[in-house]
């Protein structure tokens, strides 16, 4: 079984569009994230969900929106996409703040045209 | 506060000598450190990690790290590179009582000549 799963592995789709990147964990954590990696691999916390507290990274624009419908599920919507956000977006979760090592999805690759 | 400095962006050894990545952080907690590797096209895996227990860590596929206080350093060694070494390896912190959310540093690419 996967520990973090995300779908789909590629999304390509045009500038302006709506699309949401799916993401759930079966290992029983209590914390989930969103990370993008650049261009350059850099990776940058998005967001952190912890039992319905989110911490949003004030860079990140509001066009991108996490929704968790369970503690099992962090789900990434991204509104009227752009070409800047072309990136790689990581899930991940952990069991305890800070004191555990973080599982990480397999990634999806966003490409905007 | 917390930050991760990854002092080479590039490491290129040949194939059976050693690797060494290095990692300086900055916490103002009691850090939980890891590194992780990204091959290619792939997800994230964990090497290693260092959650306050013993300061040398032994991790997968002979890697390892020493946790260093006095120089605030984490730096990852291997005493002999495989050409399947070949990566990007990430310098992580995390803190509870602080940021706990994972902060990466920007990476190292290791490089591999036969």
């Known amino acids: 079984d996967t520990a973090v799963s995300q779908t789909p592995k590629y999304l390509v789709t045009q500038m302006g569009n709506d699309k949401s990147i799916k993401c759930e964990q079966n290992l029983g954590h209590d914390t989930m994230y969103w990370y993008k990696q650049d261009s350059k691999k850099f990776l940058k916390i998005m967001f952190s969900?912890?039992?319905?507290?989110?911490?949003i990274n004030e860079t990140v624009p509001n066009r991108f929106s996490p929704k968790s419908p369970d503690k099992a599920h962090l789900n990434l919507h991204i509104n009227s996409l752009e070409l800047g956000d072309s990136a790689v977006y990581f899930c991940?979760?952990?069991?305890?703040?800070?004191?555990?090592?973080?599982?990480f999805g397999q990634g999806t690759r966003l490409t905007v045209v | 506060a917390q930050s991760v400095t990854q002092l080479d962006s590039h490491v290129s050894v040949s194939e059976g000598t050693p690797v060494l990545l290095r990692c300086n952080y900055s916490?103002?907690?009691?850090?939980?450190l890891f590194w992780y590797v990204q091959h290619p096209n792939k997800g994230l895996q964990l090497l290693l990690k260092y959650t306050s227990a013993a300061t040398l860590v032994k991790g997968i596929n002979g890697f390892e790290a020493e946790f260093k206080k006095s120089e605030t350093s984490f730096h990852l060694t291997k005493p002999s590179a495989h050409m399947s070494d070949a990566a990007e390896y990430f310098c992580?912190?995390?803190?509870?009582?602080?940021?706990?959310?994972?902060?990466f540093g920007r990476g190292t690419s290791l490089i591999v000549h036969p």
């Open positions: 991940a979760s952990s069991q305890v703040r800070g004191n555990t090592e973080a599982f």
């Open positions: 969900y912890n039992n319905k507290e989110l911490i």
């Open positions: 916490s103002s907690y009691s850090p939980s």
């Open positions: 992580v912190v995390s803190a509870s009582g602080g940021s706990y959310i994972p902060t």
